[in-house]
């Protein structure tokens, strides 16, 4: 017997057997540490707080991961129309000539290779079952400087069950669907979501075409998806429409909406959806809304459609909006640090035909319009209880305010953190930042303010917004996390 095993075997004996009186130990007597919890404090009046009965905040949804290779292009070669270094080293590189189809370089690609595209314009395609590896991911990107255009027909490139694939400064031009589609759609007897690991960045779709449900890009039927530093230019339906998809990432989406075009939806989430962030993104202009969240449930059954679930929208800026939200559908949702500046339609609203509305925080927002730009607060039907919104401390500005709140309608939701009207904070309508220091803790680029500007305890420089009376009952506890005032959305992502 090898003496050394032996030794081995008879130290893991004499552990198992202490980790077994350990055990029976812990199950004869109960924990210190629940024996010392304390009880739920009193709630004056008699009334629950809508809170208490939610489970505690689970620690924050990490973004999906974004892959590290590729992310810092080499250096391009002063030699025009020279290939560039390859990302990886040894990797193959595969030259597609503009006009040429390359169905046929799938069948030798490998993990780690790349296609590369010189200026010109290539043609559409489906790609299916296009598979790198998390240490070697697929690259498909432009040789050049100028981008690579894609003049797409019906859509653009349709990626079926990809899987660690990365498409990178490539031009899409004018579909009458979706310029990129990602589907994980395969065997229908598969439980689980086909993770693909697929990224798109520093691309950018354009759109001249006036069909209704055209979108720049459609990822449905799969999970870990990154759309990140993208630009769209006009489109009608959404500029992002995300279905049946759990941890995707919409970061530095730059929207520039056409006066040609419908400009319906910025962001679209939609169907069993889950675990969305969408963070550090501009809507600019006439975007009708900014993001919209869950499928309608005619008539408000909530059983016709399941709620979207765990969406952040973080730090994004919308300007001359319809409306920057509309919750349709969804559970746990939390608005945080977001600009608005003169919306039109409204702030955010729950339509008529919304299903499930619970567990919705907007927290840290800062909002701006001139008077008479803005035609409701925030639209609802009666059957929602305010609830179902908690609204943590933010800052609605508008020389209108306080008298115009009798026509705007004050702010839907259960205020859990007082809801200023002021100080003005003094936008500046190029960058859509706040030069008054007492505004810098709200919106897209909030910091901690300095001291010396920091706002007392008492309303800021002016009043506050009327407290909403409690409901006489609390709504029915939910499935999902309970939300708290000061718990901040999911972070800025970084690489």
């Known amino acids: 017997m090898n003496p050394v095993r032996s030794i081995d075997c008879r130290h893991r004996t004499a552990c198992l057997v202490l980790a077994v009186a350990l ?136 990626f079926v069950r990809p899987r660690h694939v990365i498409v990178e400064n490539i031009l899409f031009l004018n579909p009458h669907g979706a310029a990129v589609v990602v589907d994980g759609t395969g065997d229908s007897a598969a439980s689980a979501l086909f993770e693909a690991q697929f990224t798109m960045r520093n691309c950018t779709v354009t759109c001249t075409r006036k069909d209704p449900e055209q979108d720049a890009v459609r990822i449905r039927n799969v999970s870990d998806v990154r759309v990140d530093q993208v630009r769209v230019d006009g489109w009608n339906d959404a500029a992002v429409e995300i279905t049946d998809a759990r941890r995707v990432l ?52 909530r059983g016709a459609a399941r709620p979207v679930e765990q969406v952040r929208i973080d730090r994004c800026l919308f300007e001359d909006p319809g409306q920057l939200l509309e919750i349709v559908n969804a559970r746990d949702l939390v608005l945080s ?75 839907f939701g259960y205020q859990a953190m007082p809801q200023h009207i002021s100080p003005d904070p003094g936008m500046d309508i190029t960058t859509l930042r706040p030069r008054n220091g007492e505004a810098i803790r709200y919106g897209a680029y909030s910091m901690a303010a300095p001291t010396s500007a920091r706002p007392s305890d008492n309303p800021v420089d002016g009043p506050e917004l009327p407290p909403v009376r409690k409901p006489e009952a609390p709504p029915p506890a939910s499935r999902g996390r309970g939300t708290t005032p000061d718990a901040p959305a999911a972070p800025k992502s970084s690489p």
């Not at 189809?101 to 010189?118: A, K, R």
């Not at 530095?252 to 069993?272: D, E, H, I």
């Not at 609204?391 to 500005?397: I, M």
Request: charged letters at 15%; a neutral charge.
């Open 23 to 158: 055990t029976g130990l812990a199950l004869a007597r109960p924990s210190s540490a629940c024996a010392q919890t304390a009880p739920p404090a009193p709630n004056p009046g008699g009334q629950s707080s809508p809170r208490a009965q939610q489970p505690a905040a689970p620690a924050i949804i990490p973004p999906p991961f974004l892959p590290d290779a590729g992310a810092q292009p080499t250096r391009r070669t002063a030699t025009p129309g020279a290939m560039p270094a390859p990302y990886i080293t040894g990797a193959r590189q595969f030259l597609v000539q503009p006009g040429q189809t390359w169905q046929h370089l799938l069948e030798e690609i490998q993990p780690g290779d790349e296609i590369i595209f010189p200026a010109g314009f290539h043609v559409p395609q489906v790609i299916t079952g296009l598979q790198g590896t998390a240490e070697r991911p697929i690259f498909l990107r432009s040789r050049d400087p100028v981008p690579a255009a894609v003049a797409c027909e019906t859509d653009g490139w349709i």
């Open 250 to 301: 919409v970061r530095g989406l730059l929207m520039a909406p056409s006066t040609q075009m419908q400009q319906s939806v910025g962001v679209k989430v939609q169907g069993s959806s889950g675990q969305v962030s969408i963070t550090g993104c501009s809507f600019n202009k006439v975007v009708r809304t900014g993001v919209r969240v869950g499928t309608p449930c005619p008539g408000g059954d």
């Open 337 to 411: 640090r977001a600009t608005v500046v003169n919306p039109t339609a409204a702030i955010y609203s729950i339509p008529a035909d919304a299903g499930t509305v619970e567990q919705v925080l907007v927290e840290r927002c800062l909002a701006f319009w001139f008077p008479g730009t803005l035609a409701r607060f925030s639209p609802h039907p009666d059957r929602i209880p305010p609830t179902a919104v908690t609204l943590a401390e933010n800052l609605w500005y508008s020389l209108e305010l306080p008298t115009a709140w009798e026509a705007l309608g004050a702010p």
